[in-house]
């Protein structure tokens, strides 16, 4: 069964630190893995897109990782800001099907306190 | 920032009301999705369009219908709203012909019915 889990689900960090968010997949075939950001409210927002050959991806303070050998993505925030407070969403796609069918994790809530 | 609009942006309703929710893009894409979410869940692909006059249904089973008449345009109805179509329901749209593109999603239509 094709399925994206995300650790942990929420995660409290001060302001100026890093924190580093997981996600393992099952999807297969497997076709790319992007970072979103939801704000509260508010629709997520595409940070990074990694395909099977790209091992990690920058943007900004945000870096994602991806060993598609385990099936293991991370993306880590480098001296947070309040403005980081926010649900990450992995999203796997799979390779097999026309529409590039997307599979959500559940995401994690961050949240980052002065 | 995405050229992707949804309203109304919250709707509180009572049960047995006919409601549309609105979505438009700007981008010229020609695939559009809508998605349901609950809090703290991950996102469910309940319709999507590859272009004018084409519908399908995702995954995740729903009452509602969708049309698409124009490019821009991808309007999602319920004919008689119940409580447990309380929901968040995303839309978003991508422009590529391959699995690799981009979904660029709307603000969300926070949905409450009584």
């Known amino acids: 069964k094709n399925q994206v889990e995300q650790s942990p689900q929420s995660l409290i960090i001060l302001e100026g630190k890093n924190c580093t968010l997981q996600c393992n997949y099952t999807v297969s075939p497997f076709s790319n893995l992007r970072w979103y950001k939801q704000d509260t409210g508010r629709g997520p927002v595409s940070l990074t897109i990694?395909?099977?050959?790209?091992n990690t991806k920058s943007n900004g303070r945000y870096t994602a990782t991806l060993d598609a050998d385990t099936k293991q993505s991370s993306l880590h925030i480098t001296a947070s800001q309040l403005s980081d407070s926010a649900s990450y969403i992995c999203?796997?796609?799979?390779?097999?099907?026309?529409?590039?069918?997307?599979?959500f994790g559940r995401g994690t809530q961050l949240t980052v306190w002065p | 920032e995405a050229d992707i609009y949804q309203t109304p942006r919250y709707l509180v309703i009572g049960t047995g009301k006919k409601i549309t929710l609105e979505c438009s893009q700007t981008m010229g894409h020609d695939k559009m999705y809508w998605y349901q979410q609950d809090p703290g869940m991950e996102l469910h692909l309940i319709h999507y369009?590859?272009?004018?006059?084409?519908?399908e249904k995702g995954d995740l089973s729903s009452e509602s219908t969708v049309s698409r008449i124009r490019t821009e345009h991808f309007p999602l109805t319920l004919e008689s709203a119940r409580p447990s179509h309380t929901s968040q329901y995303l839309c978003?749209?991508?422009?590529?012909?391959?699995?690799?593109?981009?979904?660029?999603f709307g603000p969300g239509t926070r949905l409450t019915v009584l």
């Open positions: 990694m395909t099977f050959s790209e």
């Open positions: 369009s590859y272009g004018v006059n084409s519908t």
């Open positions: 999203v796997v796609t799979d390779r097999g099907s026309t529409l590039g069918r997307l599979y």
């Open positions: 978003a749209s991508s422009g590529l012909a391959q699995s690799t593109d981009t979904q660029y």
